[in-house]
Structures are given as C-alpha cells and as structure tokens.
DNA sequence: GAGTGGTCTAGACCACCGA
DNA sequence: CGGTGGTCTAGACCACTCT
C-alpha cells in the first residue's frame, strides 16, 4: 500500500473485495514501481465511468459521500479526485445540487473552443450555412492527425458561419468515418447550436481539448468568394486538433477567419 | 465568524491579537454580508507579501506550518490558499525543497507568454534587436489601455526579434514611465533573456497574465523592411495588455509575426 | 429538514530533499 | 536525520437547494 496505511483497497497488490479491481497506475517494468496517489486513481475509475456512458453528458453523478462509500476510500479523497475533473472541465460541480457530467449545451462551453469574438457588441453564436457534406478517403496528412492509415474512410465538412449575416468563417473539418458513422448533412442542418453538442449527444464522442496552430495567409479564390472580399484579403488560419478521452484525436478542424472586424481572444495565464 | 467555530482571528468582526487585521472581503453595502472563505484571505494576506516584495521572485517563501503559525489557521487551510497561488503561477511548489516565489527567469517560464514557436524543431528563445527606445506622451489608444491619462510619460521600444538570425517578430511595446522609470536602451540591449526577467528584477513589476487579441493584417511598408519580406505580406498582429498584482495593466505590446515558418501554438482546455 | 458540495481542523504517515 | 510538501482520514459545521 501507498500512503494510507489503515485502507487496503484500491492499490494494494492483493485485496479481495470491493467494485474496484485496478491493480493501476505501476510503471512495474523493473527497479521503481511508480506508484500513484490514491486519488489519481479514483479520478482515473471515474473518469472510466465518463467515458463509458455510465453517467451521460449534463447528468448528475453519484455524491462524494457515495462514491466514497463505492470505492472505500474518505469522502476528501474522493473530493480531491473530482476537484481535478472538475479543473479539467469533465464534471461541473453545483453546491447544494450535486455534481454534473459536463456538457457542450451550455451557453457557458459555447466559447472554450471558439475563441473568435466581435471587436464591438457582446459575443454571440455565428450562423452555420453547410457547403459540404461526404464521405472521402482520408489525405495522408488528414490521417496522420487524426491517427488513422491514409486511405481511411473520414467525413469531410465544409461550411461558412456568419455573424449577424455577415460571412466570417470558412471551415473545413474531417471526422473519423468509424466514429461518425450516420453522420449526414441533413442531420447538421435541421440541428442547431454548437456542432459538439451534436457530437456529444449523437454519437457518444465527446471533445476534452483541443490543440490549435494559427497562422496569417492570404484568402485563395475559394474562400474570398465564400467570405465576399477580395481574393489576397489576409485572413487568419487556424488548424485544430480536438481530443476525447484518452488523448484520441477525433476531429479535425482547419479555419479561415476574417478579422476585419472580429479577433481572436487569447488569454495567457 | 464564518466557518471555523473554534477559530477567531482573521475574519472575526472584533477580535484583539494576531498579525493580520483583516476584517477583508466583505461586500458589506447592505442586504448581504458576503463572507469569504478563510483560505481566501490567506491567499489574500500572502498575495500581498508577494505583491510588497517581502519575498522576493525565486525566493522561498515560510514553510506551510509556518504560516499556519502566524495566521492561527490549520495548516490545511493555508496549504488550500498556496494551492491556488501555485495554480495561479505567482509561486511554484517543490517537494521536499519548500515553496518558492515564481519568476520569469527560467526556461519553464520563457514560454508562458510567447507562443509562436517553428514549425519544425525545438521552441527556443528568439534573439533580440532594438530598434527604438524612447519616452513619449501617451497617445490616446495606449493611455486607455494602460489607464493612463492621454499624455502621460510612457515608454516606447521598438526591436525586432530573429530566430536563427531570421527576422520573424516586429515588436513595439509601450510602459508607464512612472513605473519604468530609468529603463533605457542600455539596460536592454545588455540584457539577455526574457524582458519580463528585467522587469521582474529591475523595476519590481512581475508580469501576471495577459490578454491577448489576435488578427490577420498584411505588412506595412516598416515591418516588411525589418522583417525583410514583400510589403502587403500577411502577418499574424497581436495586441497584448499584461497586468501585475491587482489586475493593474502595465504593459502594452503590438507584435507582428511572421508565420511562413512559424505558428502561434495555443492549447484548448 | 434532508441532502449536496464547501470549508476547516487535527493528526497521521509518506516521498523527497539536503545536511 | 529533520524539514518540506504530498496524501489520507475522520469528524465537525456551513451554505445552498429542493421538497
């Protein structure tokens, strides 16, 4: 056993009981066995039970005191491993309520991932018109970032949003063909809100992070007529990778903003 | 007092002893009192030493018990407030060491704030040449910026900053010159290394976070000089307000990158 | 009032560091 | 070895929410 002496459960070598097996978290290879606290590893059974569905996405999970109970261990560490999921944008907590499996239909994740906002006025949702919706092998470069083998069946998207009817975004996005398997254009379409609400409630994929490369270009013909400026007009060009659980690519996302009158906003802390 | 029944120190509304007077986060305008959580205002109480110099960038800081000591808290409840310094990156804990106060000195750090980092190869640190330094009344948009008033002291640098002697950042950075006072050309180009280790050191300004807001432009005639490319070439511009202690902003700085070979990384969580 | 998360305490032991 | 931060427990009370 690691640090608490009078609980012998989750990380011990051989402990009958309890829901719990998880020998978990040893490098055992030779010389250090690395071990990990104990609330690593409940955050680590929880999040299991994230990514299984046992707790859908804007549910409540069970309370500290049950989950407690569940996997013998003190309700403060059971407190420490769901603060870390809650840092980590995977639970919401909600004193008096409960805590909540984090959703993308909210109006606060609306802005995690779409960082472009007005330079005047309050943020708000940009409109969604699809361009394009079909299935495509995968280019080797889409492949290598979404970890699949170059040929793979992916799901191309193409699409322009605007705000306040004014043509801003130019997006192409590639998802895995396994994952999103049914995904259609008319599925897209008649949904409204944030795509990863969709992801999310549709097909049981959930984005965790993301990791983003931005760049200035210079709009080619095709997305100078899409966004109505001139062919050349500088445009800032994003490529996102986005993560579910486990650190598994499943999306991605390459942009064209027009900054003429919005910006990307970054906060460095 | 609030939650602690067994302890009267730090928010009791009359209480006689102790190093830390602290009647502290109290809304009290009328209907609702607005109590704060002890750790908070030890978090507070310590910000403020942070903030007065007591201990200085790099320094250790008391140990937790220490601190328990002197602000009659459990120990507990002191480690809750480093938590969140440490969280906050004003101080950096080490196992066994102690906790230390953080500074911009230190590779961990350098790239906290500058995010374009080559396509290709290791993020290293770009060299610097100054272009101008000069103090000048505040023009009306940086005076905002930095709640000054039009006119104030400020001070302007220009430089222009090269990865393997390639020419790919045009800076210009305006400082209050109340606070900068007697930072001069010398003093920078002498310098190596991060410019907010100088300001950290010299001028006892730590930078804490900053905001960022970035567009696509195409280069004016200036910067396509200095960064030896085609006039009209676009370039990712990005304007930056950082704020010290109090959230008080102290620094103004325009960049122009050049992205052909270079991106700016940023992570999503 | 019962149940939830949030705060606080006290005490134990562990992992790491330096002398 | 003693000192530091890191983990874990157990129990108390507070603030909030709903019924």
């Given at each position: 056993?690691?640090?608490?002496?009078?609980?012998?459960?989750?990380?011990?070598?051989?402990?009958?009981?309890?829901?719990?097996?998880?020998?978990?978290?040893?490098?055992?290879?030779?010389?250090?066995?690395?071990?990990?606290?104990?609330?690593?590893?409940?955050?680590?059974?929880?999040?299991?039970?994230?990514?299984?569905?046992?707790?859908?996405?804007?549910?409540?999970?069970?309370?500290?005191?049950?989950?407690?109970?569940?996997?013998?261990?003190?309700?403060?560490?059971?407190?420490?491993?769901?603060?870390?999921?809650?840092?980590?944008?995977?639970?919401?907590?909600?004193?008096?309520?409960?805590?909540?499996?984090?959703?993308?239909?909210?109006?606060?994740?609306?802005?995690?991932?779409?960082?472009?906002?007005?330079?005047?006025?309050?943020?708000?949702?940009?409109?969604?018109?699809?361009?394009?919706?079909?299935?495509?092998?995968?280019?080797?470069?889409?492949?290598?970032?979404?970890?699949?083998?170059?040929?793979?069946?992916?799901?191309?998207?193409?699409?322009?949003?605007?705000?306040?009817?004014?043509?801003?975004?130019v997006?192409?996005?590639?998802?895995?063909?396994?994952?999103?398997?049914?995904?259609?254009?008319?599925?897209?379409?008649?949904?409204?809100?944030?795509?990863?609400?969709?992801?999310?409630?549709?097909?049981?994929?959930?984005?965790?992070?993301?990791?983003?490369?931005?760049?200035?270009?210079c709009a080619d013909a095709g997305a100078a007529e899409l966004l109505?400026i001139a062919s050349g007009t500088?445009l800032?060009?994003?490529?996102?990778?986005?993560?579910?659980?486990?650190?598994?690519?499943?999306?991605?996302?390459?942009?064209w903003?027009?900054?003429?009158?919005?910006?990307?906003?970054?906060?460095?802390?």
């Amino acid at each position: 056993m690691n640090p608490a002496p009078p609980n012998p459960t989750v990380n011990a070598p051989a402990s009958g009981a309890a829901a719990s097996p998880t020998p978990a978290a040893s490098g055992s290879a030779a010389g250090s066995p690395t071990f990990s606290p104990l609330y690593q590893q409940i955050k680590a059974l929880i999040t299991q039970s994230l990514q299984s569905g046992e707790w859908k996405p804007g549910e409540l999970i069970p309370s500290e005191v049950e989950l407690a109970g569940r996997f013998k261990v003190s309700q403060g560490t059971v407190r420490k491993a769901i603060d870390e999921l809650a840092a980590d944008n995977l639970v919401m907590r909600r004193q008096g309520k409960g805590t909540f499996v984090a959703t993308h239909h909210e109006a606060r994740a609306h802005f995690r991932f779409l960082r472009l906002v007005p330079d005047e006025g309050v943020p708000h949702y940009p409109e969604s018109k699809f361009i394009d919706v079909r299935r495509v092998r995968a280019p080797a470069d889409v492949a290598r970032l979404l970890d699949l083998k170059s040929g793979d069946a992916v799901i191309f998207i193409k699409r322009v949003q605007s705000f306040d009817a004014v043509p801003t975004i130019v997006e192409e996005l590639w998802l895995p063909g396994l994952i999103f398997k049914g995904l259609t254009a008319e599925r897209l379409v008649e949904y409204k809100g944030p795509m990863y609400g969709l992801f999310e409630t549709e097909f049981g994929t959930r984005m965790i992070r993301a990791s983003e490369q931005i760049r200035a270009v210079c709009a080619d013909a095709g997305a100078a007529e899409l966004l109505h400026i001139a062919s050349g007009t500088p445009l800032l060009c994003s490529e996102r990778v986005s993560f579910t659980y486990g650190d598994k690519p499943v999306e991605l996302r390459r942009g064209w903003y027009l900054t003429t009158r919005h910006h990307y906003q970054n906060e460095l802390n």
